[in-house]
T-cell receptor, first 112, second 115 residues
Framework: QKEVEQDPGPLSVPEGAIVSLNCTYS??????FMWYRQYSRKGPELLMY????GNKEDGRFTAQVDKSSKYISLFIRDSQPSDSATYLC????????????FGRGTSLIVHP | GAVVSQHPSRVICKSGTSVKIECRSL??????MFWYRQFPKQSLMLMAT?????????EQGVEKDKFLINHASLTLSTLTVTSAHPEDSSFYIC???????????FGSGTRLTVV
């Protein structure tokens, strides 16, 4: 079993839909949780960063962390075609070098 | 802020030659940089951790003599793929932890094709 599981998709939704992206993990020591967006042939771009459990909102994006279930989510409201990209979850332990472990990414397609 | 510039974005080389990829932190000092490899529709695979002024730390299974990493200054890390083979063709990305910040910032990636 991989440390971080993420459905690769693709996930296809109409413009304006609410998108839900998820990751599960097995390492209970993970404390920092991140979501990255990666456009084709580009480096990942940090979208959200959360520590421990709870919710965090930034514009159309909401990140949720449920440590008891080892489950994290990213919600995108009012999705736009420009949101079409691959979304990678990442997480790291506290202490040490904080090197993140990445999911394989979910490909999202928002069609007009 | 916290920009990492990576060059080249795309390179094609012949088998047996060497290729150097550069990553520069433009507006911050990066004592540590990370080098990843990414295959199509796959996750980022950490290859090595580059430390300024010291030897890089390689992940298990990564050939040190093939993937040479140099971190000569607080703003520059380089990855040299030596004696390249077609199986080395991949997308290589560097990353640095944002000091006093959170998360990591990534370079734009280098698409290496070995023919």
């Amino acid at each position: 079993q991989k440390e971080v599981e993420q459905d690769p998709g693709p996930l296809s939704v109409p413009e304006g839909a609410i998108v839900s992206l998820n990751c599960t993990y097995s390492n209970s020591a993970f404390q920092y949780f991140m979501w990255y967006r990666q456009y084709s042939r580009k480096g990942p771009e940090l979208l959200m960063y959360t520590y421990s459990s709870g919710n965090k909102e930034d514009g159309r994006f909401t990140a949720q962390v449920d440590k008891s279930s080892k489950y994290i989510s990213l919600f995108i409201r009012d999705s736009q075609p420009s949101d079409s990209a691959t979304y990678l979850c990442a997480m790291s332990e506290s202490g040490g070098s904080y090197i993140p472990t990445f999911g394989r990414g979910t490909s999202l397609i928002v069609h007009p | 802020g916290a920009v990492v510039s990576q060059h080249p974005s795309r390179v094609i080389c012949k088998s047996g030659t060497s290729v150097k990829i550069e990553c520069r932190s433009l507006d911050f000092q990066a004592t540590t940089m990370f080098w990843y490899r990414q295959f199509p529709k796959q996750s980022l695979m950490l290859m090595a951790t580059s430390n300024e002024g010291s030897k890089a730390t390689y992940e298990q299974g990564v050939e040190k003599d093939k993937f040479l990493i140099n971190h000569a200054s607080l703003t520059l890390s380089t990855l040299t793929v030596t004696s390249a083979h077609p199986e080395d063709s991949s997308f290589y990305i560097c990353s640095a932890r944002v000091l006093r910040g959170r998360g990591y910032t990534f370079g734009s990636g280098t698409r290496l094709t070995v023919v």
